[in-house]
């Protein structure tokens, strides 16, 4: 629990990349002899709107990859608390699904839904890579502040999108988010203690 400390406050309390659990034990002797003291820095900064539409597939049959890898993106950029996700309800009007092709982008129609910023992203495959274009909007001046081109394995679809939204934090914060983040925990399906990690979120849970 958080403790609904600002944005800021939050970020710091999550160790990134590895959080081992294998610590805990110690973690939990070091808090039972020490004093917790919680700082108020002041109220958060108010949250930037921000919409994630899904992504478009360049290639047919990765329309449900696209998907997924938007609501990744949300989700990241949601857990930071700096962005409040435009609700799909305020997408213009008629809005069914992103072009590839930016320069069809309507970005003023964008602008009017009162988002600040907005995702434009495109997937394609290639062999046995997927490849994820990815833009940054400042709607407000209509430029792109942000882009990047990654290329994962088909199967880590998900790591593309958790790499952009660091970079979209890293623009807007200063700081990348922790996104590509993994923890380690043990779990015991067999009734033995085992080694698991998984992405932060706690998706692709593997041995």
């Given amino acids: 629990m958080l403790l609904n400390l600002p944005p800021a406050t939050r970020r710091n309390l999550i160790v990134p990349k590895l959080l081992s659990y294998a610590l805990l034990p110690v973690m939990l002797i070091g808090v039972a002899h020490a004093q917790v003291t919680v700082i108020d ?11 994630v539409p899904p992504l478009a597939a360049e290639t047919p049959g990765l329309q449900d990859v696209c998907k997924e890898m938007a609501a990744v993106l949300a989700y990241d950029l949601d857990f930071t608390g700096l962005f409040k996700m435009l609700d799909p309800i305020k997408y ?9 092709d930016v320069t069809k982008l309507d970005r003023g129609a964008w602008s009017a839904t009162g988002a600040e910023f907005l995702v434009f992203g495109s997937v394609s ?10 833009r940054l909007f400042d709607l407000k001046s209509g430029d792109q502040v942000v882009g990047q081109e990654l290329r994962v394995a088909r199967n880590f679809n998900r790591l593309a999108a958790h790499r952009f939204s660091e970079e979209i934090v890293k623009f807007t914060a200063g700081d990348p ?9 043990s779990a015991g399906k067999t009734g033995q203690k085992e080694i698991w990690v998984a992405d932060y979120d706690g998706a692709n849970a593997r041995q």
């Fill in 41 to 51: 820095r002041g109220d958060a900064p108010a949250k930037r709107t921000i919409a």
């Fill in 92 to 100: 213009p009007a008629g809005f069914t699904v992103l072009d590839p």
């Fill in 125 to 134: 495959s290639e062999g046995d890579q997927l490849v994820g274009r990815f």
């Fill in 177 to 185: 988010g922790i996104g590509s983040s993994e923890i380690v925990f």
